[in-house]
């Protein structure tokens, strides 16, 4: 530990918007670990109140206020600020668990080619295991170098990455604001080399906000697939993300403004094109059969 207490080697940072109750439970709890993480909160311009209950409630946590709302990215704006070598992130209603963040540290020290962990979440007061970590541990991705199952994605709510290779990836890019914000960034940690492995011994407790828009966040999932898809994909599916994109935007209130902030943002991603290596390819497309003989979850159902 260092002088004042905290845990030299790991940081949490969390990211709010106007969910004033979810993020003073959520610091209470990052508080009382027995880890004492050094704890950044990003505020991505509340108008809730938040970040003065905060400050006010804690006055020596580390509070950093967005002059705008920066969804995902603001997690970039927290990261800027940590200086251990690995950082977990959390949302306003994800909760790291006593003891998590002590084995992500001895994880990533034994083994080297791990990049990010992404943890077992379990949702709610039954504590019922979310459906998508049900996925990632039947993952056919195996490593001789570390005894996880390999992933080709994580949670963004509740996963740790080492420092520098979050920096290096450029962390969560701004265009894509929120809904599956982590699959681009995914695919540029597996691009340098790194795994992502799946930790269940790592635990979150999502405590899902009433304070969401579902039929939003579906539309954000079916463009932001679209825009990655451009970026990273071969274009036979980035036709095939488009095409599900196109479905969703049409489907809304104002069909005509979401399909002109589609094409917009393609022809954004389609400048931005980087496609990822065949071996990354490779990956995506075992873990997609093996995924293709379980039941499909519910899209949307994290955050």
């Not at 509340?46 to 946590?61: C, R, V």
């Not at 080709?152 to 290779?165: H, I």
């Not at 890019?173 to 799946?198: K, M």
Request: aromatic share 6%; net charge positive.
């Amino acid at each position: 530990m260092n002088p004042n207490g905290l845990n030299p080697e790991i940081s949490v940072v969390v990211i709010t918007h106007n969910r004033r109750d979810e993020v003073m439970r959520t610091v209470a709890s990052l508080l009382d670990l027995p880890e004492r993480p050094q704890i950044v909160v990003v505020d991505n311009h509340s108008t809730d109140g938040s970040p003065q209950l905060l400050a006010h409630a804690y006055p020596g946590l580390r509070v950093l206020r967005c002059d705008d709302n920066l969804g995902a990215a603001a997690r970039n704006v927290g990261a800027a600020h940590v200086d251990t070598p690995y950082v977990a992130f959390s949302d306003d209603d994800t909760d790291w668990q006593a003891g998590s963040l002590a084995q992500a540290v001895r994880l990533f020290e034994r083994h080297p080619l791990l990049g990010v962990l992404s943890a077992c979440v379990v949702v709610g007061r039954q504590r019922t295991l979310d459906p998508t970590c049900a996925l990632m541990a039947a993952s056919p991705l195996a490593s001789a170098e570390h005894p996880l199952p390999r992933l080709v994605g994580f949670m963004a709510g509740a996963c740790v990455f080492r420092k520098t290779l979050f920096d290096a990836t450029g962390g969560y890019e701004p265009r894509l604001f929120i809904g599956g914000e982590e699959a681009l960034l995914s695919l540029d940690v597996l691009q340098t080399g790194y795994d992502i492995g799946y930790a269940d011994a790592l635990r979150v407790h999502h405590r899902p906000s009433l304070a969401r828009d579902n039929a939003l966040r579906r539309m954000l999932l079916a463009r932001n697939a679209a825009l990655v898809a451009w970026m990273r994909l071969p274009r036979s599916q980035a036709l095939a993300a488009t095409w599900h994109a196109l479905k969703y935007a049409c489907s809304d209130a104002r069909p005509l403004d979401n399909l002109e902030q589609l094409w917009r943002g393609i022809a954004w991603a389609k400048r931005h094109r980087r496609p990822v290596a065949p071996f990354v390819l490779r990956l995506r497309s075992a873990v997609r059969k093996a995924e293709s003989r379980h039941p499909r979850m519910s899209p949307g159902t994290w955050r």
